[in-house]
């Protein structure tokens, strides 16, 4: 059964980099990053320093659908990399402080869209429109993994 969810906004983790790309040089055509590899977004994502704001509240962990926190740890085995690239575009827009639909493509193939939203100044919660709950924890007092 799917769930209907009515976010306020929509975005795009390419609408970052192309702002990104308009702020750098407005001149030069930017890669189509559409047809990367998640590999490759995911490297590049990375690479321009985007999971800085993960970084700076610190150590992340992570709960589905209610159940224990348990560390978050981004990798290819553990498909889940597309959260984190989800998450740190959530927590660096403009959005954060609010309900947005978030579209990031997916390990896997496909597209992950999720509504994220702030719970409280140490929590963001995403609902899927099929209903599961995701809910992330950062704490502060420890290093970050990103």
Same mark, same amino acid.
């Given at each position: /059964?799917?769930? $209907?969810?009515?976010? @306020?906004?929509? !975005? ?6 192309? !702002? ?28 321009? #320093? !985007? ?10 962990? @992570? ?6 926190? *348990? #560390?978050? &740890?981004?990798?290819?085995?553990? @498909?889940?990399?597309?959260? *984190? &690239? ?5 927590? *660096?827009? +403009?959005? *954060?402080?609010?309900?947005?639909? /978030? =579209? +990031?493509?997916? #390990? ?5 869209? $999720?509504?994220?939203?702030? &719970?409280?100044?140490? =929590? @963001?919660?995403?609902? =899927? #429109?099929?209903?599961? &709950? ?13």
């Amino acid at each position: /059964m799917s769930v $209907a969810l009515s976010p @306020v906004q929509s !975005f795009s983790i390419f609408a970052r980099w192309g !702002f990104f790309d308009r702020m750098q040089d407005g001149f030069c055509k930017p890669p189509n990053r559409r047809t990367w590899s998640f590999q490759k977004i995911y490297e590049e994502w990375e690479n321009m #320093d !985007f999971f800085k704001s993960l970084r700076e509240l610190g150590y992340v962990k @992570v709960s589905y659908n209610n159940g224990a926190f *348990a #560390d978050f &740890i981004p990798s290819a085995e553990n @498909v889940n990399r597309h959260q *984190a &690239i989800a998450l740190s575009c959530f927590m *660096a827009s +403009c959005y *954060a402080n609010s309900s947005v639909q /978030m =579209t +990031c493509p997916h #390990d896997r193939e496909g597209e992950f869209t $999720a509504v994220f939203k702030r &719970i409280d100044d140490y =929590t @963001v919660q995403y609902t =899927t #429109d099929f209903g599961s &709950i995701v809910q992330f924890q950062f704490d502060n007092s420890r290093q970050s993994q990103f």
